[in-house]
Nanobody, 121 residues
Framework: QLVESGGGLVQAGGSLRLSCAAS????????MGWFRQAPGKQREFVAA????????YYADSVKGRFTISRVNAENILYLQMNSLKADDTAVYYC????????????????WGQGTQVTVSS
């Protein structure tokens, strides 16, 4: 089970840190990713991190502003979001996968319920 938290309303230029708490499985066996979905749009890839946390990958739209990290000992995944823009407004989801094909929604077997991030301009 994956449970996101940390979303909210923030002004443009501000920061938020999302958390994803995992339970019920071997967290350190999974590639973890963050996706987002804005109203009327498809779910899109944001960031991913390997099992150990030694490699990360970002969508071009968030590169340099967002940082994905994980603490395997605590079964937690994070997404630090800085310099937020109105275009970052979306529901953010964490997800778990077994393979490093990280941008494809279909590769992820487990999903959280999502947390809303709203950036006001």
């Amino acid at each position: 089970q994956l449970v996101e938290s940390g979303g909210g309303l923030v002004q443009a230029g501000g920061s938020l840190r999302l958390s994803c708490a995992a339970s019920g499985g071997s967290f350190n066996r999974y590639v973890m990713g963050w996706f987002r979905q804005a109203p009327g749009k498809q779910r899109e890839f944001v960031a991913a991190i390997t099992h150990s946390g030694d490699t990360t990958y970002y969508a071009d739209s968030v590169k340099g502003r967002f940082t994905i990290s994980r603490v395997n000992a605590e079964n937690i995944l994070y997404l630090q979001m800085n310099s937020l823009k109105a275009d970052d407004t979306a529901v953010y989801y964490c997800a778990a996968a077994t393979r490093w094909i990280v941008t494809e929604v279909a590769e992820y077997s487990y999903w959280g319920q999502g947390t809303q991030v709203t950036v006001s301009s």
